[in-house]
């Protein structure tokens, strides 16, 4: 079962459309959003949804004409014993986002905590939705990003590097290629979603299922939207009473 061109088209295509994100329309959202243009952020929201539906989809599409196997993509059954092992990540890295999330909560009411938390989360304000309306978008994004972002990266592109290179440098090299694929929040964060995505190539070698994967990706995309959403609320609620001066 050896890769075509067909597949090296969508690398090559999603290699663009990354070089065009981080260049040309992640930086004119972010213009857009700082400017407070209306609708600006879910805009984003849904142009990053359809873009990564479509690659998907595509490599979905392409798996059943070539009649390949989903076990190439890890999306096949696992054997229960592996699986347990996948299953006891997701409800440790879930308990521990939900810890941080109550720690986060409980500060919420003071100033000086709220300001330095926003502080922390700054490279993400443009991404985090700050609406209620917003708040649903991100949800959407954050399933889509769970889904796909797993399917393309621990799936495809680990099974295109493992027909060449083997298993170990496919999950170091899609790691590497998912952490700058977020080049967009800044460099300093390249390497840190590189360990992210290791993180997320070992849970699935681990547990022979790219399903484990999918469930840490969306829950940690989910809780942070939250924490992110619930600090800027809590900032504008202080903002809102600190008193007007001359």
Known sequence: MKPGVLDYVVVALFLLREIFEWRWNWPHHVQAIRARVPGARKRLYRTTI????????????????????????????????????????????????????????KVLARPKAVARLREQLEFANSLAPETSSERRGFWLLSITAGICEEI?????????????????????????????????????????????GL?????????????????????????????????????AAISNLQPVTS
């Not at 592109?157 to 929040?185: D, E, K, N, P, R």
């Open 199 to 235: 993180m997320f190539a070992l849970i699935v070698v681990a547990s022979g299922s790219l399903w484990p994967a999918i469930v840490i990706h969306t829950a940690m995309d989910l809780i942070s939207g939250e924490i992110s959403f619930r600090v800027a609320q809590a900032s």
């Open 152 to 196: 393309l990266f621990r799936g495809f592109l680990m099974w295109l590097i493992a027909q060449w290179a083997g298993l170990i440098t496919a999950v170091i090299l899609s790691s590497v290629l998912f952490g700058c694929m977020h080049i967009y929040l800044g460099a300093a964060y390249v390497p840190k979603v590189t360990v992210v």
């Open 50 to 105: 359809i873009s990564l539906w479509m690659f998907t989809l595509f490599v979905l599409t392409l798996w059943i004409i070539r009649a390949r196997p989903l076990s190439a993509l890890w999306l096949d059954t696992a054997a229960p014993w592996r699986l347990s092992i996948g299953i006891v990540a997701v409800a440790i890295v879930i308990a521990f986002f939900v810890l941080q999330g109550r720690k986060v909560q």
